[in-house]
T-cell receptor
Framework: QQQVKQSPQSLIVQKGGISIINCAYE??????FPWYQQFPGKGPALLIA?????SEKKEGRFTISFNKSAKQFSLHIMDSQPGDSATYFC???????????FGQGTELSVKP | DGGITQSPKYLFRKEGQNVTLSCEQN?????MYWYRQDPGQGLRLIYY???????QKGDIAEGYSVSREKKESFPLTVTSAQKNPTAFYLC????????????????FGQGTRLTVV
């Protein structure tokens, strides 16, 4: 059963633009929502994470928006740069950072 | 440097052969995990362990086995019963059950790419 749905599958953005990736979840028991960034041939690295007690979290150019009632959360990358080109995964877990349910991933390409 | 080390980076397996993937961490984390990644798909949990000498099946455990004899090590064996083993395998660790407001970030290794030949 797919519990975390991610869209779009791929995204092309011009340098300086805003990249937006969306995720929806089903299990209301989830209480930890991280985003991971993965470069080809490498392991994923945590980008930013949010708990459901806040609606937004910002770290530099990266912002998570969280809508608990809609069971949706999204990643916004402001001023996107070619170095941001990677695959991004949303995920969710219950009270445990490593036992994660992942979305399918979004391949982001930022054009110069 | 603290981190997670996976070896080998590339592994080739013949049909009917068992192979073991290594995962070592020096982060003093209690919990360790194995994920499988297929092209165009998210990561799927194979096995996880929250404490030494104990481990639990994840969503796709069939054809795999693990052991957790030391806190630092969590090797994964891909057995001949796994019918489609070609994939990118990722090991991770975290502090385990964190509870609210506790940082439970999962750190990933660099992966092992397994190919059946």
């Amino acid at each position: 059963q797919q519990q975390v749905k991610q869209s779009p599958q791929s995204l092309i953005v011009q340098k300086g633009g805003i990249s937006i990736i969306n995720c929806a979840y089903e299990n209301t028991a989830f209480d930890y929502f991280p985003w991971y960034q993965q470069f080809p041939g490498k392991g994923p690295a945590l980008l930013i994470a949010i708990r459901p007690d806040v609606s937004e979290k910002k770290e530099g150019r990266f912002t998570i928006s969280f809508n608990k009632s809609a069971k949706q959360f999204s990643l916004h990358i402001m001023d996107s740069q070619p170095g941001d080109s990677a695959t991004y995964f949303c995920a969710a877990s219950i009270n445990q950072g490593g036992k994660l349910i992942f979305g399918q991933g979004t391949e982001l390409s930022v054009k110069p | 440097d603290g981190g997670i080390t996976q070896s080998p980076k590339y592994l080739f397996r013949k049909e009917g052969q068992n192979v073991t993937l290594s995962c070592e961490q020096n982060l003093n984390h209690d919990a360790m995990y194995w994920y499988r990644q297929d092209p165009g798909q998210g990561l799927r949990l194979i096995y996880y362990s929250q404490i030494v000498n104990d481990f639990q099946k994840g969503d796709i455990a069939e054809g795999y086995s693990v052991s957790r004899e030391k806190k630092e090590s969590f090797p994964l064996t891909v057995t001949s019963a796994q019918k489609n083993p070609t994939a990118f395998y990722l090991c991770a660790s975290s502090t385990g059950t964190g509870g609210f407001l506790v940082n439970t970030e999962a750190f990933f290794g660099q992966g092992t790419r397994l190919t059946v030949v």
